[in-house]
């Protein structure tokens, strides 16, 4: 792999900033939040199948469309899907969950991704 004039000497966060790229762990969110908005909009194929459970308190900050954290007695289960993106999909605004469109969303999800630090 070749890298372009001027970015040899620049750390790996300097080379993604400049060429305007998401980090890999950035990229790998990104694609979960799409996966989870697609489940969510478009529903499961599987009656009576659902891997997430939804907020039933009407109290809370945000969007409506929260998702409740399950309960589990080992650690390896953090790093599944359905745990995993839980927290990052309840903490983006209202405006990317509720998108009317998977182009919306993915437009306004880059948004709210460059936001976070």
């Known amino acids: 792999m070749r890298l372009l004039k001027g970015l040899e000497h ?8 400049e060429l305007g790229l998401f980090s890999l762990e950035r990229r790998r969110l990104r694609g979960d ?6 489940y969510l909009k478009r529903g499961c194929s599987q009656v ?5 459970s939804q907020a039933t308190s009407n109290m ?3 969007h409506s469309l ?21 927290g990052h999909w309840n903490g983006l605004p209202r405006e990317v969950v509720e998108s009317p ?3 919306v969303f993915k ?11």
Do not use: N
């Open 10 to 17: 620049k750390s790996y966060e300097e080379r993604l900033r």
């Open 33 to 38: 939040l799409i996966t989870l908005y697609i």
């Open 48 to 52: 009576g199948v659902s891997l997430f």
């Open 60 to 62: 809370t900050r945000g």
């Open 66 to 86: 929260k998702l409740c954290q399950g309960r589990f007695r080992l650690d390896i289960r953090k790093k599944f899907f359905t745990e995993r993106v839980i």
């Open 101 to 103: 469109s998977l182009e």
């Open 107 to 117: 437009k306004r999800l880059d948004v709210a991704l460059s936001a976070m630090v």
